[in-house]
């Protein structure tokens, strides 16, 4: 987009064995031209599905949970500061359920709440200092990605609200919807709560991982303030091993 057919065949040469397969490599390099020329009038994912060799593959519901899985891993690869972060959510969310239902939600929300991070450069989730206002706007759109991309995922487009209100408040300061506390449901409580613990025990680009015993103290305060909800705290730092 910024700089045309060239300097994109060029950048996909370049990851020739690195991040990408070489035998791909050298079939998109000599077609470069005619497979980016369709880019803009093309819907991307329609294409991909007709693509798929006939017949196509499906995965029972009970096997939903290992495509979730694939999806996170995949997002928390794009940046070191993440590795692991969407399976510690789910495990997290799905050990403070209240009951069945809700573990398999939780669980499969929790794998797919980040997919949304693909929208925001790495160099804004990565940078080690405060961020500017409009890298600010961009962090704060990605849970609305989030819901984007889930919702066009049949099997998962149920979930596209739970998985994106991780960063819902209850007095309405979150993003990207600043919803209501009446409006954020038990399970959407329970999704930011194990978010806000799973990032504050892992390391990130501007400050160290916190001991366990201090994300808790956070994890309350927040909770105190009125921001996060303290029964779906404490059931998260139960499931975490919390007393």
């Not at 497979?35 to 009038?41: G, P």
């Not at 961020?131 to 066009?152: D, M």
Request: aromatic residues 2%; contains cysteine.
């Amino acid at each position: 987009a910024a700089g045309g057919i060239a300097p994109a065949r060029d950048a996909v040469a370049q990851r020739s064995g690195g991040h990408l397969d070489p035998s791909l490599v050298a079939a998109f390099v000599p077609a470069a031209g005619d497979l980016c020329a369709e880019l803009d009038e093309i819907d991307a994912l329609t294409a991909a599905l007709e693509a798929e060799p006939r017949p196509h593959s499906r995965l029972p519901a009970h096997d939903l949970a290992r495509c979730a899985l694939a999806l996170a891993d995949v997002v928390d690869l794009k940046s070191p500061w993440t590795l692991g972060h969407s399976s510690t959510v789910a495990a997290l969310a799905a050990g403070a359920a209240s009951g069945p239902g809700d573990r398999t939600r939780l669980r499969l929300a929790g794998l797919l709440h980040d997919v949304g991070r693909v929208s925001v450069p790495n160099g804004i989730w990565d940078k080690p200092g405060a961020l500017t206002a409009a890298e600010s706007e961009r962090v704060r759109l990605h849970p609305h990605y989030t819901a984007r991309i889930v919702s066009r995922i049949p099997a998962f487009a149920p979930l596209a609200s739970l998985a994106a209100a991780d960063h819902e408040r209850l007095d309405g300061s979150g993003y990207h919807r600043g919803l209501p506390a009446s409006t954020i449901d038990e399970p959407m409580r329970v999704l930011a709560a194990a978010d806000v613990y799973a990032a504050l025990t892992a390391p990130r680009a501007h400050r160290p991982a916190l001991p366990d015993g201090e994300a808790a103290r956070v994890l309350r305060r927040e909770a105190a303030a009125g921001r996060l909800c303290a029964h779906a705290c404490e059931a998260v730092l139960e499931a975490a091993g919390h007393d």
